[in-house]
């Protein structure tokens, strides 16, 4: 259509003949997740207003829920959040920018390996791993996270 090649009617009705099959082909999947399709891309949106950048490129699995885990703005969150899902890994942790492989290591292995770089409360460094506990909250973890 937008060279000229097919008419405006004939375009519109292959897009209702395209979208009246993907909702029968994702009604014939009752039950099962159905994953949105990759953005063109890479999925990436572009810089945010602070230079981050989030993406709908999966992490990992949601220890949860088992849903993907995608990056926002703020934090690499669980994709099923509007349905309850709550499980989230805040990307600023006491004073520390926690990256996308940190991300993903916690994810797979449950910890991270100790990491410099987080700051107390009253401005001194310190060092940590993250680990997921029992209610899948990342948490502190000071045990083998020797000291500096």
């Not at 897009?15 to 990759?38: H, Q």
């Not at 890479?42 to 990992?60: Q, T």
Request: charged content about 30%; proline content about 5%.
């Amino acid at each position: 259509m937008e060279r000229g090649a097919e008419p405006r009617p004939a375009f519109m009705q292959d897009i209702k003949g395209l979208a009246a099959s993907l909702v029968e082909e994702v009604r014939g999947k009752e039950g099962e997740k159905v994953a949105a399709p990759a953005r063109r891309g890479g999925g990436r949106r572009g810089p945010g207003r602070n230079g981050s950048v989030a993406s709908d490129e999966p992490l990992g699995t949601c220890p949860k829920c088992g849903s993907p885990v995608v990056e926002s703005r703020k934090a690499y969150g669980c994709s099923a959040w509007k349905t309850g899902c709550s499980f989230a890994i805040w990307k600023t942790v006491s004073g520390k920018r926690i990256s996308v492989a940190q991300a993903k290591q916690l994810l797979q292995k449950g910890r991270t390996e100790k990491l410099k770089g987080f700051k107390s409360k009253a401005g001194r460094p310190y060092s940590a791993a993250l680990a997921l506990d029992g209610d899948h909250k990342v948490k502190l973890d000071f045990e083998g996270a020797g000291s500096d």
